[in-house]
């Protein structure tokens, strides 16, 4: 237990001992709500309180939704901070340094899941820009740009991705790559011939 977060081995307890449910400590920061659900779950899996993943799944969607909102008014009032490229890679990190951590784990699906719907985490923005947050997470846990490929591969979300067919023009044998949805006809994108069937 030394090595262990002392608020998540707290909430842990008093969940299994006490109230049944996992009472949230105050937290300061959204993403270290993000945080503390990656925390408890590390302490739940490792003490063998499989009862506990549900309820902290359910928080996590919650606090993420919450967090990856952060550009919002809170409550009417203030404007909360918006996520960084940092913090957004520093709860990708933690998320991944748990054991067994892959596509399919309950907190990396909810995790995908959100990123899906949320503006600020969409994969391609204004034409083709990725996102930062994605960008730099993904070069910090190579298997966190693993994961979110597969998902969007399995979501349909990457319609924009198709496949490519390299095609030589007779003409003025210069080499180009259509689309395979475009038509098969049409005219040369580098001396202008037209052609029923590129090939």
């Not at 707290?10 to 009472?23: H, K, P, Q, T, W």
């Not at 490519?164 to 098969?184: A, F, N, Y």
Request: negative net charge; hydrophobic residues 40%.
């Amino acid at each position: 237990m030394r090595d262990d977060d002392p608020a998540a081995i707290s909430a842990m307890l008093d969940s299994v001992y006490r109230s049944g449910r996992i009472n949230f400590p105050e937290l300061d920061a959204s993403a270290t709500h993000v945080i503390f659900c990656i925390e408890l779950y590390r302490v739940a899996d490792k003490y063998d309180v499989p009862n506990l993943f549900m309820q902290i799944r359910s928080s996590f969607y919650h606090r993420v939704a919450e967090w990856l909102d952060a550009e919002t008014p809170d409550n009417g009032n203030k404007a909360k901070e918006a996520v960084s490229p940092e913090s957004f890679s520093e709860v990708i990190s933690k998320l991944y340094g748990l054991p067994n951590i892959k596509i399919g784990h309950p907190l990396v699906d909810v995790l995908l899941d959100q990123l899906e719907i949320r503006e600020a985490t969409k994969i391609c923005q204004n034409g083709g820009v990725v996102s930062p947050l994605l960008e730099q997470a993904c070069e910090k846990v190579p298997e966190f740009g693993r994961d979110l490929c597969l998902h969007l591969l399995r979501m349909g979300s990457m319609g924009e991705i198709g496949l490519m067919t390299q095609v030589k023009c007779p003409e003025c044998e210069g080499v180009w790559r259509r689309s395979d949805s475009d038509t098969p006809f049409g005219y040369c994108h580098l001396c202008g011939l037209h052609a029923e069937d590129w090939v």
